[in-house]
C-alpha cells in the first residue's frame, strides 16, 4: 500500500493540488486539503486517480429526480418525441456538451479519442393512461411512463455530467445514445442506420433497465452465459375473403372463419414443430374483422408476436409461420398477406463486457448492492439490435418497494417506480464508463 500511497502523491504533485491521502478497504481515498477547495472524494484504482462517482451521483440526486420528473408528467411516445428530445438537448448544452440529433433520437460524445463506449438509454413512453397517484404524473391521460424510461433518461444526463467533469482524466471516448421508440420497437433500427455506432466508430455499449416489483433497490440483474431478452417478430396477418350477408354464407368467404383456423394452426407450430428445450412464445393479440353481426366481412386482421431465445427456433417459426398463414386461408378460399412489424433479434450480452461491468459495479460502495446473475426474460429490448453489432451489456436495476407500491408490473397503469435508484444508475454508468476505458 505504500508504493501506492507515493504514486497518489506524485500524481497530486503533478496536478500542483495539495491533498490528503488516507487508506479506504481497498482502494486509496484522495481528499482536497480543506479551505482550498470544496471537499470531494477520488478513488485510486489500478494506478489511477477515480472520482467517487457514486457520491458525486447522490450529490445530483435531486437533479436526477427533477429531470425524471419533467420527462415523466410530459411523456411521449414512438419515434417523435419533441419536449423530451429538447430537454435532454438543454441539458446537455449546460453541462457543456455539444448534443446533435441522430436520426430521431440525441447523441453527444465526451472525452479524448481513443477507444469508445456508447452509453444507452431510452426515453419514449407508452400510450396508455397513468394512475400511479403520483403528484407528477403524466395528466394527458393518454400518455405514461409506465416501463421506467423517465428514469434511464435521467440517469444517463446525471452520468453524462459527471463525466463531463472528469472529461480531461477520461481514456477514451465516450458516446451517449438517447433513444426513442423503444416500445414499438424502431429507435435503436432508426439511430443505427444514422450512424449511432460510427463516427466516432463503438466498440462496447452498456445500457441499464429499471424493474418495479417487490424488490430491495440495490440488486441488479445480469445474464454473461445465454440470452438476456427474447427476439421479437411483430406480425399483422391482413386475411381477405368475400363479403355476405349472414344468411347466405355460400356465396361469400368468410376472413374470420380463415382467421380462426389460421389461430389455431399457428399454436400447432409451437407444440409439433419447435425443439421442446427452445423457448419459444406466440401471441395473437389482436383479431379485427366486421361491424354487423348479420354480416360477414372482406376483411379480418390477426397483428401478434413471436418471441423465443434461440436464433435457430426464430428463423423456423417465422419462415412457417408464413407458410401456415398463406396456405390456410387458400384452403377456405381466401388469401392472405403478412407485414412483418418489428424484427428485432435475442438480446445476448457479452460474456467478457458483462463480466467486466460487474466487477466495476463492485468497486463501488453501494449499500446492499447486490447481484443475480443468469436472468433470463421472455419480454423483449430493441437494444439488441446493437448488441448485435458491438460486444454489449444489459442489466436490470431493482427500482421497487417492498410494501404494496411494488404490488404492480411494468406497463401498468398503477405502476411505481423507487427514485431511490437515481444515484444508483448515475453513478454506476459513469464509473463502468471511466473504468472500461481506463481497461481498454
Avoid at 173 to 196: C, R, Y
Avoid at 322 to 333: G, N, P, S
Wanted: hydrophobic letters at 40%; one cysteine or more; glycine letters at 8%.
Amino acid at each position: 500500500m505504500v508504493s501506492i500511497v507515493k504514486k497518489c502523491k506524485k500524481a497530486v504533485a503533478d496536478l500542483g493540488r495539495i491533498l490528503l491521502v488516507h487508506k479506504h478497504q481497498n482502494s486509496v481515498i484522495i481528499t482536497k486539503a480543506p479551505g482550498k477547495m470544496d471537499a470531494e472524494n477520488y478513488i485510486y484504482h489500478k494506478e489511477a486517480i477515480t472520482m467517487d462517482f457514486y457520491k458525486r451521483a447522490l450529490e445530483l440526486k435531486d437533479e436526477t429526480v427533477a429531470d425524471r420528473r419533467y420527462i415523466h408528467q410530459n411523456a411521449e411516445t414512438g419515434l417523435e418525441l419533441p419536449k423530451t428530445k429538447a430537454y435532454v438537448m438543454d441539458k446537455l448544452k449546460e453541462y457543456g456538451l455539444d448534443p446533435v440529433e441522430c436520426g430521431e433520437g440525441v447523441t453527444a460524445t465526451l472525452g479524448n479519442g481513443g477507444r469508445v463506449l456508447l452509453l444507452r438509454a431510452d426515453m419514449d413512453g407508452l400510450p396508455m393512461p397513468e394512475e400511479s397517484g403520483e403528484a407528477f404524473a403524466c395528466p394527458t391521460g393518454k400518455t405514461a411512463h409506465t416501463c421506467g424510461h423517465d428514469f434511464h433518461a435521467a440517469m444517463l444526463l446525471s452520468a453524462a455530467k459527471i463525466l463531463k467533469e472528469e472529461e480531461a482524466e477520461l481514456r477514451g471516448t465516450v458516446k451517449l445514445m438517447f433513444q426513442p421508440a423503444e416500445e414499438t420497437f424502431q429507435g435503436s433500427k432508426n439511430m443505427l442506420e444514422h450512424g449511432i455506432l460510427e463516427e466516432p466508430k463503438v466498440d462496447a455499449a452498456l445500457a441499464y433497465h429499471v424493474s418495479p416489483g417487490r424488490f430491495p433497490v440495490g440488486l441488479y440483474m445480469y445474464n454473461d452465459k445465454n440470452t438476456m431478452m427474447y427476439s421479437v417478430d411483430g406480425f399483422k396477418i391482413t386475411i381477405q375473403g368475400k363479403g355476405s350477408h349472414g344468411a347466405y354464407p355460400q356465396v361469400g368467404v368468410d376472413p374470420i372463419n380463415i382467421g380462426v383456423h389460421i389461430h389455431l394452426a399457428l399454436q400447432e407450430l409451437i407444440a409439433r414443430e419447435c425443439n421442446p428445450s427452445h423457448s419459444c412464445v406466440l401471441t395473437i393479440g389482436q383479431f379485427e374483422a366486421g361491424t354487423a353481426a348479420n354480416i360477414i366481412p372482406d376483411t379480418a386482421v390477426l397483428q401478434g408476436t413471436i418471441r423465443t431465445n434461440e436464433k435457430e427456433a426464430r428463423e423456423l417459426l417465422v419462415k412457417r409461420m408464413k407458410e401456415v398463414v398463406e396456405k390456410t386461408a387458400e384452403v377456405y378460399r381466401g388469401s392472405a398477406t403478412i407485414e412483418m412489424i418489428s424484427e428485432v433479434p435475442p438480446l445476448i450480452c457479452d460474456s467478457e463486457l458483462t463480466k467486466e461491468v460487474v466487477g466495476y459495479m463492485k468497486e463501488l460502495e453501494i449499500p446492499n448492492l447486490i447481484p443475480h446473475p443468469d436472468v433470463s426474460s421472455s419480454a423483449s429490448e430493441d437494444f439488441a439490435v446493437i448488441a448485435e453489432k458491438v460486444p454489449s451489456s444489459f442489466l436490470y436495476l431493482s427500482a421497487g418497494y417492498l410494501d404494496e407500491r411494488g404490488d404492480y408490473p411494468a406497463h401498468h397503469p398503477k405502476v411505481q417506480f423507487n427514485e431511490e435508484v437515481c444515484p444508483i444508475g448515475a453513478g454506476c454508468l459513469a464509473h463502468c464508463a471511466r473504468r472500461w476505458l481506463e481497461e481498454h
